[in-house]
């Protein structure tokens, strides 16, 4: 029997006027679980509000139950003004990373929300939606007779057996350049998770802080999904894509066989260089944009990182890496603990010595159920910003990290680096469009790049 007939679920956002890396994707995690429960209600509406050109109010007095994702503490004051506006008979259940991070404090302080979801929730959607009594489904809080109930974690799925449904959409996701080029992209989720235990990350971990294992989709599965997929611009948004390598051999195999043309990108380790087979097969797959996880320039701080590799490590991988042709990108952490100015600025120069085109730079932050935040507030001299859990010290506050940061972006990105970035481009067969065309895409890409990669450090608060 079904609880509801039309359920609406709600991206919350307030546009930034200025560039803002989470903007460039679909709200895919919502596309989950709005795909889980499709067949239980009559109507499904999904609002991405950084798109949305109708009123709210428009969607909000005309559905049973309201979803709306909460991943980032950004999100959380448009959530509690649409707590606001939804009527008092309608169902409301809040779900994503940060809600489940202070779900206690959500619920004590707003009651009119009537279910948190913590964690992944296809699954737990659907026990919801099917009318199964809320005290027989894991991982959820809820209010009962006036009181907060937080029924036990839910396990994570080995498998994952759904991807989203792309036909409801209401949006095309076009993005432009600063050039006025405009391609359509789309994220992929292949897997969940990561089995590795960097000091600072918290990807082996659920969003309250406990273990869990890497969960995937079949190699059988991810190609179908990127079949249905319009946007010629794929990226994938594993934790690790690279766990399995047989699983990722399997994916390129079946993309060539059935000649997909998609440019794809994803995050991998170094240790990608130690399989030249499978990363042949990769580049003939459509995989042109490899982002790496380097986070330093200092030997200590990879070591105490858990990294598990060192700067000359690096350095011999990328001599692999770079006979690939493919766009590489490097993701380095500024002002770790331990590091002084001399350590961190030393990140252009060796990010030149790996032939790195791209490099993206962030602060060090200690998310809640991170290792690393004990060990800072145990370190003195030592701080996190609770406001957007950025580390800093007495000996570097957040202003001369960001100075740091910006002189790193100097450096690196020189005249004679973007006329690499150029060259790279135009080798590598980025782009499988006709080369009349090409040149005009090359100048546009370069300029979006240069703006998406310099400046996505300074808005990710």
């Known amino acids: ?19 803002n890396y989470y903007n460039l994707f679909p709200p895919l995690g919502l596309e989950y679980i709005a795909t889980a429960v499709m067949d239980l209600v009559d109507k499904i509406t999904i609002i991405d509000m950084r798109y949305e050109t109708e009123p709210i109010s428009k969607f909000l007095h005309s559905a049973d139950v309201i979803g709306i994702n909460m991943n980032w ?46 964690g992944d929730g296809e699954e737990i959607a659907r026990n919801i939606f099917s009318g199964k009594p809320l005290s027989e489904i894991d991982g959820i809080s809820y209010y009962q007779s006036g009181r907060i109930v937080h029924n036990p974690p839910r396990k994570s ?46 990807h082996r971990l659920n969003a309250l802080g406990e273990t869990r294992g890497w969960s995937y989709k079949s190699a059988e599965l991810v ?42 990108s994803l995050e991998a380790r170094i240790d ?21 996880g380097i986070e330093s320039a200092q030997d200590k701080t990879l070591q105490r990182i858990g990294k598990g590799f060192t700067t000359q490590q690096i350095k011999e991988a990328f001599k692999i890496l770079r006979k690939f042709k493919m766009i590489n990108i490097g993701y380095f952490i500024v002002g770790y603990i331990g590091e002084d100015e ?8 060796f990010a030149h010595s790996l032939g790195l085109d791209f490099i993206v730079l962030s ?19 030592y701080h996190i910003d609770e406001k957007n859990d950025r580390v800093y010290s007495e000996q570097y506050p957040l202003s001369q990290i960001m100075s740091i940061l910006r002189r790193i972006i100097k450096e690196f990105y020189t005249p004679a680096q973007y006329f690499r ?22 100048a546009t890409l370069v300029s979006y790049l240069e703006k998406f990669f310099k400046r996505r450090f300074l808005y990710l608060t």
């Not at 990608?272 to 790496?292: C, E, N, Q, S, T």
């Open 1 to 19: 029997m079904r609880r509801w007939n039309n359920a609406l679920f709600i991206y919350p956002y307030k546009t930034p006027k200025k560039f």
């Open 157 to 202: 799925s080995k498998k994952i057996e759904i991807y989203p449904d792309r036909s409801l959409r209401r949006y095309k996701y076009q993005h432009r350049t600063p050039l006025g080029f405009s391609f359509g992209l789309d994220t992929i989720m292949s897997s969940r998770g990561c089995p590795f235990r960097c000091e600072f990350c918290t």
């Open 363 to 381: 602060e060090l932050r200690a998310l809640k159920y991170s290792p690393l935040r004990k060990i800072v507030e145990n370190t003195p001299g």
């Open 73 to 118: 503490p950004h999100q959380r004051d448009i959530t509690l003004s649409l707590l606001d506006q939804i009527p008092e008979e309608t169902t409301v259940i809040l779900g994503g990373i940060h809600a489940t991070q202070i779900v206690g404090e959500l619920l004590e302080t707003n009651p009119r929300i009537d279910i948190i979801v913590r």
């Open 421 to 442: 970035i150029i060259k790279k481009i135009i080798r590598s067969n980025l782009l499988f469009q006709p080369i009349a065309v090409k040149g005009l895409i090359i």
């Open 272 to 292: 990608i260089a130690y399989y030249p087979d499978i990363l042949k097969k990769m580049r003939k797959a459509g995989f042109r944009i490899v982002a790496y």
């Open 342 to 349: 001399k350590d961190m600025l030393e990140i252009p120069s």
């Open 223 to 264: 190609v179908e999904e990127i079949k249905s997929i319009d946007a010629k611009v794929i990226i994938f948004s594993d934790d690790n894509f690279m766990v399995d390598m047989k699983r990722v051999e399997r994916i390129c195999d079946l993309l060539i066989a059935q000649d997909i043309k998609k440019l794809l």
